[in-house]
């Protein structure tokens, strides 16, 4: 079973608008993190936002949010008022902490347009 | 510079032939990874260095991938005898411990195209 699931290969959404990146997740472990990253067209990959699976509140930094769920073990990205910029590669990614080992196990991916 | 440098940024090599791509963490990162990205596809673990414990080798993908590190500082993935489904980009990481909130923080990767 994949551990790292994103179901949408791409995505629209028009300037100024909120956009949702599904990702769920699979793990017995009760330690671990979620992280989201951007790859745009040059290949870089930029770090965008982590949530702990203990942390009670939704992490945010500027325009990203998280709506973390675990009980559906779901960890949805939530970019709001989306720019031109935002078009690229969205990676859900998760390390589960108790494996002994830190890497990080990505999910394939969902390519985001976005429309002027 | 401040981030992780990866050399040569591309690499054109013909099938059965060895290859080293080279990856320098950031200064004072503890943590390494290399991962391989195939064409638009994710980001696939091969290796993961962790000071001077014994490396997770658990994703290199036969034992013609090899990876080395020197300490904290520079690791060396060995690929050899190249095959055409090794074509794919390299990416090495590093984080500044093991915890589980510490980000891994990318460098531009190795492009490597197997003729």
């Known amino acids: 079973a994949q551990k790292i699931t994103q179901t949408q290969p791409g995505m629209f959404v028009q300037e100024k608008e909120a956009v949702t990146l599904d990702c769920t997740y699979d793990?017995?472990?009760?330690?671990?993190?979620l992280f989201w990253y951007k790859q745009p067209s040059s290949g870089e990959m930029i770090f965008l936002i982590y949530q702990g699976s203990y942390d009670e509140q939704n992490a945010t930094e500027g325009r990203y949010s998280l709506n973390f769920q675990k009980a559906r073990k779901s960890a949805n990205l939530v970019i709001s008022a989306s720019q031109l910029g935002d078009s690229a590669m969205y990676f859900c990614a998760m390390r589960e902490v108790t494996a002994g080992s830190y890497q990080l196990t990505f999910g394939k991916g969902t390519k985001l347009s976005v429309i002027p | 510079g401040a981030g992780v440098s990866q050399s040569p940024s591309n690499k054109v090599t013909e099938k059965g032939k060895d290859v080293e791509l080279r990856c320098d963490p950031i200064?004072?990162?503890?943590?390494l990874y290399w991962y391989r990205q195939r064409l638009g596809q994710g980001l696939e673990f091969l290796i993961y260095?962790?000071?001077?414990?014994?490396?997770?080798k658990s994703g290199l993908p036969s034992d013609r991938f090899s990876a080395e590190r020197t300490g904290e500082s520079v690791s060396t993935l060995t690929i050899q005898r190249t095959q055409q489904e090794d074509s794919a980009v390299y990416l090495c990481a590093s984080s500044n411990r093991g915890g589980a909130n510490s980000p891994l923080h990318f460098g531009n990767g190795t492009r490597l195209t197997v003729t």
């Open positions: 200064s004072g990162h503890t943590a």
């Open positions: 260095f962790q000071g001077n414990s014994a490396p997770d």
């Open positions: 793990t017995s472990d009760q330690s671990y993190g």
